[in-house]
Structures are given as C-alpha cells and as structure tokens.
C-alpha cells in the first residue's frame, strides 16, 4: 500500500493545534499565535518574492488558531486576556510592507494593511460565526460562552473589524428573534437559555465598547453593513417595536435590547430570569456611566 500523500502546510498546522486541544491544553495556542505571527514575519522578510496568495495562507492559518483558541479557552481564565494581548502585539507590529512579490504595497487581499489593521482576520472571524455558532450541536454551550466572551474582550481593547458584526449578530439571534426557552431535542434552534448565557458573558467582558458601538463613534468603524446584512438586519421583534434604523447599531437599538432584557428577567425559567438579570445589571451600569457622554441618553 502506497503511504498518504504528506499533508499541506495548513493541514498540518490545524492537525497540530487540534491534537493540542484533544490534549486538554487550549492554552497553548495562545503561545502557538504569538510564535506564527514572528515567524511569518521573519519567513517573509527573508523571503521578498513570496506570493501573495502564501502570506494570506499564514494570515489563515494565524486566525485559525486564535479562533479555535477563543471556543476553547474559558470564558473566565486569564489567558483569554493574554490571547487578546498578543494580537494587540501582531497589531503593533504593523504597518508592514508586503513582499516584493505581492502586489498592493502593505495592502492585503480583503483591504486591510499588513498587520496593523489583521488583515483578514474580521473576514475569517465573521465567516466562522456565521457557520458555526448558530448551528446547534457545532459549539458546546461552553464554547458558545468562551468565544462570546473574546468577542466583548477584542471590542473592550478596540478591535472591531469583525467582532462589532459578530456581537450585534448575537444580540440579534438573542433579543430579536423568537426563541424557545429551554431545550428541545427536535428543534434545530438553539435555546435561548444557551444564547443568554453566553450574551452575558459577552456583556460582562465587553466594557465601554457597546456604547461606543451605539453611539457610533468613529472609532468603531467596521466592514459595510449592507454586506452582511443577515447580520447586522433587526430581527422580528425590533422590527414589531418600530422606530430602530434598520442596519448596525443605534441608540433606539440598544434600548430595545435593555427593553428585552427587563422582560427576560421576568421569565419564569430560572435560568434566563439569572442571566437576563445580570444583563440588565451590566447594561443599566454601563450607561450610567458613561450613556450621557456618547448622547445614550440618562437617567438611568
């Protein structure tokens, strides 16, 4: 019998970092993102006539890992923090220019500049989250917690580009949209319990950036909206409650949001009443304290 043809250097790398996780240490990859970002740095100025298409493979397979990172490592443990901290560090790294063998000066392929803005990071984030997190049985209702948790942590330092859209996808699914509220083996949904649970974790690690985020500030610019408007759209609800622009993030928005909230803590499971309670908690906080500054109203 012949041997298997070797693996790709991608496969490879993802083959590695899943046996890491099948080892009980998701951890690791947080020192396995920091040791590619150098690598792929040093391998690409040694190398000045590398094609395009091979630096994005390394910028894929850096993502990969920080995304499976993300779903695996608690939403509660320290080194979610630290993982934030070596992208910021891939971030400062930047701008880089492109090898001479790639076209665009320091621009990658999705238009964002090498590495300062993680090019194609937003565009993998988003793609993972739109085919994964809302498939039922694709994330454990802990790994929905741990990656929701790195979405407010990434938003809470300033990185946007892709999370903005992912955080708002989850208030969607969780607020707008009518959900069951409890498991039910036949359904396809995921419960709502489940969505709540990770929403506050979301909540709880996300800052002062869902204000930003409501109010606009441009600092939070983000991909086109309209581009991902199964995304960023209101769902049933908010569109019933009227007065909510249409695409993205608003004041009239996140009001809603804090609406439902207040609602869900009266539900009569104990678990959604728990954690719509310490949503409402983190919001109500949140826009004491700094609502009236970013025009989010007061009185709260």
């Known amino acids: 019998m012949d041997p298997p043809p070797p693996m790709s250097f991608s496969a490879q790398m993802r083959a590695d970092a899943h046996k890491i996780i099948e ?8 020192r396995e993102v920091s040791s590619i970002s150098a690598r792929m740095v040093e391998h690409f100025t040694a190398i000045p006539d590398s094609a395009l298409e091979t630096l994005e493979d390394y910028l894929h397979n850096l993502w990969y890992q920080t995304i499976l990172a993300g779903k695996h490592i608690s939403a509660s443990s320290y080194m979610q923090d630290s993982l934030v901290c070596h992208l910021i560090a891939v971030k400062n790294l930047g701008p880089i220019p492109l090898p001479a063998g790639c076209t665009g000066g320091n621009v990658c392929s999705d238009g964002r500049t090498f590495l300062s803005d993680l090019p194609l990071f937003g565009q993998d984030l988003i793609k993972e989250f739109m085919s994964h997190f809302f498939q039922k049985g694709a994330y454990t209702p802990d790994q929905q917690e741990n990656l929701a948790a790195l979405l407010g942590r990434l938003a809470s330092v300033g990185i946007y580009d892709g999370p903005a859209l992912c955080i708002l996808s989850l208030f969607r699914e969780t607020l707008e949209v009518p959900q069951s509220l409890v498991a039910d083996p036949e359904s396809k949904e995921i419960p709502l319990v489940d969505l709540m649970c990770a929403l506050t974790r979301l909540i709880e690690q996300s800052k002062f ?3 930003l985020l409501a109010s606009g500030h441009a600092s939070t610019a983000t ?6 408007s199964n995304l960023s759209s209101l769902g049933e609800l908010a569109i019933k409650a009227g007065n909510i622009p ?10 809603f949001w804090l609406r439902r909230i207040k609602e869900l803590s009266q539900s009569e499971d104990e678990d959604v009443q728990l954690h719509a309670e310490s949503c409402e908690g983190e919001l109500l906080q ?6 009236e500054t970013y025009g ?5």
């Not at 949140?286 to 609502?291: K, N, P, Q």
Request: cysteine-free; hydrophobic content about 30%.
């Open 296 to 300: 989010l109203g007061s009185g709260y």
């Open 23 to 30: 080892q009980g240490h998701p951890e690791y990859l947080v």
């Open 286 to 291: 949140l826009l004491r304290d700094v609502g």
């Open 246 to 255: 249409s695409l993205g993030y608003s004041r009239q928005r996140l009001e």
């Open 209 to 211: 950036s869902l204000a």
């Open 223 to 228: 991909a086109n909206l309209s581009d991902h």
